[in-house]
């Protein structure tokens, strides 16, 4: 038994060195905090290079989705912008905790420490959150009010007779009261782990692309280990 924790623990390493960590500088935005404008909160973070969800571990056939985000930091919040380009389009899950994966969705993985557990945060086009906490083994939803406090914006283009391929943001602000296994009062000068993710299980065309890549023979989001690193100025 002991051989074969030690094989396991040995080809993780192993994959580790053949994938590069992905290390991203977080601007702090001076007086933005959880109740600014979106339309603030938009000209800030768009101010910044954009950054691109493009890895593919599990290619599928089909069109590959076009997707970005724009991350930073305030006073007492994460802000995180995503712009999604893709041919199809599926948001029907509108309950908060719903398996909002299955529809077009962006996700954010984040690790405050580096004790194995992370929140996800999960919303579809249309703006419906899940969220949990623990490690891949074991992991407990967030509550429904706790994730309602986070302030989400969505835009898309689909009106009557749209034509393909669409596109749609979502702009979130994150408190970090959400964070309720920690005690955040500032992320400024901290490092934390974190991975970014866009995905659609029930979609016509299934896709699973990620920031930071990960290696693993199915496709699998939590995963720790291939966090990619962000470092909050």
Same mark, same amino acid.
């Given at each position: 038994?002991?051989?074969? %924790? ?9 994959? @580790? ?27 800030? @973070? ?20 076009? %997707? ?14 995503? &712009?999604?380009?893709? &041919? ?17 969705? %962006? ?31 074991? /992991? ?10 986070? /302030? ?31 005690? %955040? ?7 934390? /782990? ?14 699973? @692309? ?24």
């Amino acid at each position: 038994m002991l051989n074969v %924790v030690f094989l396991s623990w040995f080809l993780a390493l192993i994959s @580790l060195l053949f994938i590069s960590m992905n290390t991203l500088d977080i601007p702090y935005f001076d007086g933005a905090d959880l109740n600014t404008p979106f339309a603030e909160l938009d000209a800030l @973070l768009l101010g910044n290079p954009p950054q691109f969800i493009n890895n593919q571990p599990w290619p599928l056939p089909g069109e590959v989705p076009l %997707v970005s985000f724009n991350i930073a930091h305030g006073a007492d919040a994460v802000f995180l912008k995503f &712009k999604v380009k893709e &041919k199809h389009f599926k948001a029907v899950y509108t309950n908060t905790n719903d398996l909002v994966f299955k529809d077009s969705c %962006v996700e954010f993985f984040f690790a405050p420490d580096d004790n194995g557990s992370y929140y996800n945060f999960e919303f579809n086009a249309i703006g419906t959150g899940y969220a949990a906490y623990g490690t891949p083994a074991k /992991r407990e939803l967030l509550g429904v009010e706790l994730i309602h406090r986070i /302030r989400v914006w969505v835009s898309n283009n689909i009106t009557s007779g749209s034509e393909l391929p669409i596109e749609w943001e979502i702009t979130l602000a994150i408190p970090f009261k959400t964070f309720v296994y920690h005690q %955040v009062t500032s992320l400024t000068g901290q490092r934390c /782990r974190a991975n970014f993710y866009k995905c659609g299980d029930d979609m016509p065309w299934p896709h699973y @692309l990620c920031w930071n890549n990960v290696n693993s023979a199915k496709p699998n989001f939590h995963l720790p280990q291939y966090f990619g690193q962000l470092i909050f100025g």
